[in-house]
C-alpha cells in the first residue's frame, strides 16, 4: 500500500501554526516574522490586542507560502516581559542574580527568560547596566519557537521542564520588577486593619472592574488589587474583598494563588493604581 510523503516544508508550517495557535490560546498576542523583522507593517495594532484564529490560520497555515518564523508581542497585551540575555556570561550573571523562571528559550546567543508583566510600563530596553541584556517590554517582541536564527539558522526551543509553556499555570511564573534593572525602592506601606465600614466601601470601589481573559483580565486584576492596596488594607483583607469579586467580576475565575499572586505584587510595589480606562463586561 502506497503512502503519502508528505514535504518537510508542510510540516514545518504545521508545527508553526501549532505553536501560534497554542501561543494566543495561552493569551499571548503573535506575529509572523521575516527572520527577526516584522512581516506586517502595521503589527503595532497587535500590541493592544491579539490576533485572530483567521490570522493565524492566514499566516502560518498550509495555504501561505512564506516560510515565517513566529514572534511573541511583549507587554501587557501578552502579560509578558522578557529578559534577553546575549552572551554566555551575561546569562550566567542574570541566573545567578535574579529570581528564576520555569519559561526560559535558548537563543543562538543566550537565552530569553519570560516573566509576567507588572501591570504598569515597562518599556523596552537594551544593554542594560553595561551587560549584554536587553528587555523586552511594552511595545516589544521575542522571536519564539520553533523560529530559525536568520544567521546562524539555529532553532529557538524551550528549554523549560515540559519544554513549553502550555505546561505552566499564571502562579507559577513570577512577576518582572522593574527594580532589577535600576530604579527606585518599592514604597512601604503600613497596613493596619480597617473596619468593616470600610471594607465595603473598598468593595464598592472595585466593583465596576471586570477581567475578562483575552481582553486585558490580567491587568484589570492587577489594578483592582492596586485600588485596594492604595486604600490601605492589609493582605488578609486585600484577599478577602478580590477572593469575592473574583467570584462576580472575572472570565474565568482565578485560582486562589493567583489572586494571592495579585495582591503581594501590588502591596509589594506600593503602586498607585490607574483610575482610568476601567474594562467593562
Known amino acids: 500500500m502506497d503512502t503519502m510523503e508528505v514535504k518537510p516544508e508542510i510540516l514545518e508550517r504545521a508545527y508553526m501554526l ?11 498576542s503573535v506575529m509572523p516574522l521575516y527572520g527577526k523583522k516584522p512581516a506586517l507593517a ?7 490586542h491579539r490576533p485572530t484564529l483567521g490570522m493565524l490560520h492566514h499566516w502560518f497555515g498550509m495555504m501561505n507560502q512564506n516560510a515565517y518564523n513566529l514572534a511573541v508581542i ?17 546569562t550566567r550573571w542574570w541566573e545567578s542574580t535574579f529570581p528564576p523562571t ?3 528559550c535558548k537563543t543562538s546567543k543566550g537565552k530569553h527568560f519570560y516573566f509576567r508583566h507588572p501591570g504598569t510600563e515597562v518599556r523596552n530596553g537594551r544593554y542594560l547596566l553595561n551587560r549584554a541584556v536587553d528587555l523586552r517590554g511594552d511595545g516589544g517582541y521575542v ?24 505546561y505552566w499555570k499564571l502562579d507559577e511564573v513570577p512577576v518582572f520588577n522593574r527594580n532589577w534593572l535600576g530604579g527606585t525602592a518599592p514604597r512601604v506601606v503600613q497596613m493596619t486593619r480597617l473596619p468593616d ?18 481582553q486585558g483580565g490580567h491587568d484589570a486584576t492587577f489594578r483592582a488589587a492596586c485600588r485596594l492596596a492604595d486604600r490601605g488594607l492589609p493582605e488578609d483583607q486585600m484577599m478577602e474583598i478580590l477572593l469575592a469579586w473574583n467570584e462576580t467580576n472575572a472570565t474565568p475565575k482565578w485560582t486562589e494563588a493567583e489572586i494571592r499572586h495579585k495582591v503581594q505584587d ?6 498607585m493604581a490607574d483610575a482610568t480606562n476601567v474594562p467593562s463586561r
Not at 74 to 90: H, I, K, Q
Not at 143 to 166: C, K, N
Not at 197 to 214: Q, T
Not at 266 to 271: D, E, S
Open 102 to 104: 520555569p519559561l526560559v
Open 18 to 28: 501549532h505553536h501560534a495557535l497554542e501561543y494566543s490560546d495561552r493569551g499571548w
Open 266 to 271: 501590588a502591596l509589594k510595589r506600593g503602586c
Open 74 to 90: 511583549t507587554g501587557r497585551v501578552s502579560d509578558l516581559v522578557v529578559v534577553d540575555t546575549d552572551s554566555p556570561e551575561a
Open 197 to 214: 465600614a470600610n471594607l465595603e466601601r473598598a468593595r464598592r470601589y472595585i466593583a465596576k472592574i471586570f477581567a475578562v481573559s483575552g
Open 143 to 166: 522571536v519564539a519557537p520553533p523560529s530559525i536564527h536568520p544567521e546562524s539558522q539555529t532553532a529557538y526551543e524551550w528549554i523549560s521542564p515540559g519544554d513549553g509553556p502550555w
Open 42 to 48: 502595521a503589527w503595532k495594532e497587535f500590541q493592544s
